[in-house]
């Protein structure tokens, strides 16, 4: 374990998986997943653009 994981709560480390997963079932590679995660990006946003139909190359532009 590095510093930065040692900075990190088990309650924090829950909301980066949440959103790491939410972002992976919405289409996102490993990489742009992580960074959705690690990002201030509203959650909420990214579940309503999947619901409506909103393609993975726009969902990108606009959460990335």
Known sequence: MDDAEADISD???EVL???YTEARRAGLTIAEATLFA????D??????????GCPV???RLIVL
């Open 43 to 52: 959650v909420g946003e990214l579940r309503r653009l999947v619901r409506d």
């Open 17 to 19: 998986r949440r959103r």
């Open 57 to 59: 190359e726009t969902l």
């Open 38 to 41: 690690e990002s201030d990006a």
């Open 11 to 13: 309650e924090q480390l």
